[in-house]
């Protein structure tokens, strides 16, 4: 597959474009400065682009693309801004990265979500909010727990809303766990227009 992959210079971006690129898929990988984008490959093509313009994403991504975004940010409205740019594209589908615990998966989530705000704080409308915009367009969602940067779990799985587990602060899923899953959703769509939560286990 030709796969987009946003925000490629980041440790899930990068996660995601070098496990597209073992599966034998071709990558275009966006980031603001594609310098920092951090892999050298035969079929990995490196492109400028900043979420926040609409043209530059929409310069790279078309109709036939399938676009899987590994964006994060410390700057609130970032997120929304990215969802938006990428809808209007009008890729052939979308494959975001949320959090657990917010939005449509809070109340699956229970009560021991409510330390995300300490953590996130005033992000946490904007990831709500761009989130309503890739699923009201078509996309899934990934809402990934606490991030490691551990090997991919063996015992990997992914789940919808009504498999979800209690929200666990120590239970983390590793950054290539979660682009493997998100990858998985590429090669064999399973939740289209919904939230599905990758699962070390």
């Not at 990068?14 to 071709?26: C, D, I, M, T, V």
Request: hydrophobic fraction near 50%; aromatic fraction near 4%.
């Amino acid at each position: 597959m030709n796969l987009i992959v946003l925000a490629a210079s980041g440790r899930t971006g990068l996660a995601l474009a070098r496990k597209a690129l073992e599966r034998g898929h071709s990558v275009t990988a966006i980031a603001r400065d594609p310098q920092r984008i951090a892999l050298d490959h035969p079929n990995l093509r490196k492109v400028a682009g900043d979420v926040t313009d609409p043209e530059s994403v929409a310069a790279v991504v078309g109709a036939d693309s399938v676009v899987l975004s590994g964006l994060g940010t410390d700057v609130a409205g970032v997120l929304l801004d990215g969802a938006k740019s990428v809808v209007a594209a009008a890729p052939k589908r979308i494959i975001w990265l949320g959090a657990y615990g917010t939005g449509a998966s809070a109340e699956a989530a229970g009560e021991g979500a409510a330390v995300l705000w300490k953590f996130m704080g005033d992000r946490i409308p904007d990831k709500i909010a761009a989130d309503d915009a890739v699923l009201a367009a078509g996309g899934t969602v990934f809402h990934a727990g606490v991030l490691s940067d551990e090997p991919e779990s063996p015992g990997r799985r992914t789940v919808g809303l009504d498999a979800a587990p209690p929200f666990d602060l120590a239970a983390k899923v590793s950054r290539d766990t979660v682009a493997a899953a998100m990858l998985d959703e590429a090669e064999n769509p399973r939740f289209p227009g919904a939230v599905a939560l990758p699962l070390a286990g």
